[in-house]
T-cell receptor, first 113, second 113 residues
Framework: GAGVSQSPRYKVAKRGQDVALRCDPI?????LFWYQQALGQGPEFLTY????????KSGLPSDRFFAERPEGSVSTLKIQRTQQEDSAVYLC???????????FGSGTRLTVV | KQEVTQIPAALSVPEGENLVLNCSFT??????LQWFRQDPGKGLTSLLL?????REQTSGRLNASLDKSSGRSTLYIAASQPGDSATYLC????????????FGSGTKLNVKP
């Protein structure tokens, strides 16, 4: 596609529910990133993939967060047993190769009630 | 850990003014610096990317400078327009890890007609 596509755009989850957020990067982009953006803050790094390999997951806030990219294209960020503090916009970005310009998706706004 | 600070947090100006947004970072060993624009409810749009070896980049009415040794960047917007109203985010790549952007909290700009 022409850009990075994320779905759903909005998700409301009850506390304790599991959620899955999807990211379709630009075709051919090797690198894929997930960021979390709390209200009024800048995005914070969660995890990084190069093709299907998850090379850095140092930003994942707890073991309730899990990301995968099994075929080196689409990626899913899963949050188990959601908590209110998980409410944020989750942004996905991809790039052709490291240190090149990054293209961000429009994000998924997660609200945990 | 890299810390990125943006000043001011918010700015309201009349249309036509030239303005400067500031960004500072604590560790100068960066690979590049990027300025993004974020509209409400939207993802990030890349405005300018400055590699660590460069001093400035220009695109239309936008000019970004980088002084890596002092840990500072400025985004200059000439002849501001109401359509420039958005949040502007500064992000640095590095140090050491070229897979992770560190973002500031942004400057929310309102250009009044």
């Amino acid at each position: 596609g022409a850009g990075v596509s994320q779905s759903p755009r909005y998700k409301v989850a009850k506390r304790g529910q599991d959620v899955a957020l999807r990211c379709d990067p630009i075709s051919g982009h090797v690198s894929l990133f997930w960021y979390q953006q709390a209200l009024g803050q800048g995005p914070e790094f969660l995890t990084y993939f190069q093709n299907e390999a998850q090379l850095d997951k140092s930003g994942l806030p707890s073991d309730r967060f899990f990301a995968e990219r099994p075929e080196g294209s689409v990626s899913t960020l899963k949050i188990q047993r959601t908590q209110q503090e998980d409410s944020a916009v989750y942004l996905c970005a991809s790039s052709y190769r490291d240190m090149y310009g990054y293209t961000f998706g429009s994000g998924t706004r997660l609200t945990v009630v | 850990k890299q810390e990125v600070t943006q000043i001011p947090a918010a700015l309201s100006v009349p249309e036509g003014e030239n303005l400067v947004l500031n960004c500072s970072f604590t560790d100068s060993a960066i690979y590049n610096l990027q300025w993004f624009r974020q509209d409400p409810g939207k993802g990030l749009t890349s405005l300018l990317l400055i590699q660590s070896s460069q001093r400035e980049q220009t695109s239309g009415r936008l000019n970004a400078s980088l002084d890596k040794s002092s840990g500072r960047s400025t985004l200059y917007i000439a002849a501001s327009q109401p359509g420039d109203s958005a949040t502007y985010l500064c992000a640095v790549l590095g140090p050491y890890n070229f897979n992770k952007f560190y973002f500031g909290s942004g400057t929310k700009l309102n250009v009044k007609p």
